[in-house]
């Protein structure tokens, strides 16, 4: 009975303080950044003489989700947001006595954008309108090196292969180009393989919304790479890192999954990739046709409100099936070395039976031909089993062959963000890789 109660009693302590850590995490939302999964907004609020305006009532709100922060100037006019959802925002400032101003500014990923405000002095119900489309080109609140790629430079920029989001790495200033790495049951998201600022590719770090994506067996590769049209924007950063972005010598690259928002939103894609799209290999004979190789690539995204202000989603599908010719040559033994005779090689043959344990004295078999007595019978069923060569008058790459390669590949990313308050926000993903792949074996089904 004391076991039980002891046991009971460690239970219920560690529920207490797992709700104890729930609870302070909650109540200070305000402290905590989470800047690696959001951006951040922040700026000064003046006067036309550039004094300080304190007490100014300063509103941003998300135009996709129709969120809204508010916030009130310190004493030296100074306002802050952090962990701001990233996209299209709408920052208003008012102050009585003053214009009600208001501006367009946009959000990216692990990013500070700043929006300073001069206000006018000017009528209760008069109002100055900024628009800026475009995002800061110049990060001046942060010291680190830094690049993003958002959605629309994924999707429509040319991404061979895969149409892996990786393969615009090689874009960018101080990495190699990607490439792949490993065989498909090894690396089935085909995850590619860099190396940033001549550091180590196994010192780089990718976070899926925050998570990282180390393959622990392998880590210069990532375990998991979503679809391209789920991708909202690719945050890479090289040098400088903060503190928050650790585990990283190379690069720190944060990848964001698109949220929905209030309107729905959907998209189709289908690609295609044949080999009669292909230039024929260099070495192919006259009047063949290139072997067979055709990639498909569809799927599709679905988007919008479950409550709206309060509640999305998302979901993308991305299925890729492979058809191709494989083929190969490799060196299996000639008719005459499987009768026992070596004689096509110049290196003598000894006989396992004879010498001295250290190897020496040993004797060759005469004319290098073994004995038939001497051959196994497990290695006479083997070469009776095995195919013979294709090309009999050499030892090395002499026996060719090919055969019908099938891969097939899913991928499923999902999203649900709920707006709690404007101080809480929750997310939950769920993505999901399926593989099958079909690759013939060098002899067929006999071995």
């Known amino acids: 009975m004391v076991k039980e109660h002891r046991a009971s009693f460690t239970t219920y302590r560690c529920v207490v303080l797992a709700a104890v850590a729930v609870i302070l995490a909650v109540s200070s939302q305000s402290a905590l950044k989470a800047q690696v999964l959001y951006g951040s907004?922040?700026?000064?609020?003046?006067d036309r003489t550039h004094a300080a305006v304190p007490g100014a009532e300063v509103t941003i709100t998300h135009a996709d989700t129709g969120r809204v922060r508010t916030a009130v100037t310190n004493d030296a006019g100074r306002y802050d947001f952090s962990t701001v959802q990233t996209g299209a925002w709408t920052l208003k400032v008012g102050m009585p006595g003053f214009?009600?101003?208001?501006?367009?500014?946009?959000?990216?990923?692990?990013?500070?954008?700043?929006?300073?405000?001069?206000?006018?002095?000017?009528?209760v119900a008069e109002s100055l309108t900024v628009t800026s489309g475009a995002s800061t080109l110049l990060q001046t609140d942060r010291a680190e090196v830094r690049a993003e790629l958002p959605s629309k430079e994924i999707e429509d920029l040319p991404v061979p292969g895969a149409r892996n989001y990786q393969t615009l790495f090689g874009t960018l200033p101080g990495f190699t180009?990607?490439?792949?790495?490993?065989?498909?049951?090894?690396?089935?998201?085909?995850?590619?393989?860099?190396?940033?600022?001549?550091?180590?590719?196994?010192?780089?770090?990718?976070?899926?919304?925050?998570?990282?994506?180390?393959?622990?067996?392998?880590?210069?590769?990532?375990?998991?790479?979503?679809?391209?049209?789920?991708i909202e924007t690719v945050n890479v950063v090289t040098n400088s890192f903060d503190a928050e972005q650790g585990l990283a010598g190379g690069a720190a690259?944060?990848?964001?999954?698109?949220?929905?928002?209030?309107?729905?939103?959907?998209?189709?894609?289908?690609?295609?990739?044949?080999?009669?799209?292909?230039a024929k290999p260099f070495f192919l004979p006259p009047g063949e046709?290139?072997?067979k190789y055709i990639v498909n690539q569809y799927g599709g995204t679905l988007g919008g409100p479950i409550v709206r202000d309060k509640v999305f989603f998302f979901a993308s599908y991305?299925?890729?099936?492979?058809?191709?010719?494989?083929?190969?040559?490799?060196d299996i033994p000639t008719t005459a070395?499987?009768?026992?005779?070596?004689?096509?090689?110049?290196?003598?043959?000894?006989?396992?039976?004879?010498g001295n344990p250290d190897g020496s004295g040993r004797i060759p078999f005469p004319n290098n031909i073994i004995p038939q007595e001497r051959i196994h019978p497990i290695a006479k069923q083997i070469f009776d089993l095995m195919p013979a060569p294709t090309f009999e008058d050499t030892l090395t790459n002499n026996f060719y062959v090919g055969g019908r390669y099938a891969y097939d590949r899913s991928v499923l990313d999902s999203k649900v963000d709920w707006h709690i308050t404007d101080k809480l926000n929750m997310y939950g993903r769920f993505s999901v890789l399926r593989f099958e792949m079909l690759a013939p074996t060098l002899f067929g089904e006999s071995l």
């Not at 907004?41 to 003046?46: A, C, F, R």
């Not at 190396?195 to 392998?218: K, P």
């Not at 964001?256 to 292909?278: A, E």
Request: hydrophobic residues 30%; proline residues 6%; glycine residues 8%.
């Open 289 to 291: 046709r290139n072997p």
């Open 41 to 46: 907004i922040t700026g000064n609020v003046q």
């Open 337 to 354: 070395m499987r009768n026992g005779d070596m004689t096509g090689t110049d290196r003598p043959i000894y006989d396992p039976l004879t």
């Open 99 to 123: 214009d009600v101003y208001e501006e367009k500014i946009n959000v990216a990923l692990n990013s500070v954008t700043r929006a300073d405000v001069h206000l006018e002095v000017g009528g």
């Open 177 to 230: 180009t990607p490439v792949n790495a490993h065989s498909v049951p090894t690396n089935p998201s085909r995850a590619l393989q860099f190396n940033v600022n001549g550091t180590s590719a196994s010192s780089n770090d990718i976070r899926i919304d925050g998570a990282s994506q180390f393959d622990i067996w392998l880590p210069h590769i990532t375990v998991y790479i979503p679809s391209l049209e789920a």
């Open 318 to 330: 991305e299925s890729t099936p492979e058809r191709s010719f494989a083929s190969t040559l490799a």
């Open 253 to 278: 690259i944060n990848v964001q999954i698109k949220s929905g928002t209030n309107d729905y939103h959907g998209s189709g894609f289908w690609y295609n990739s044949n080999n009669g799209l292909m």
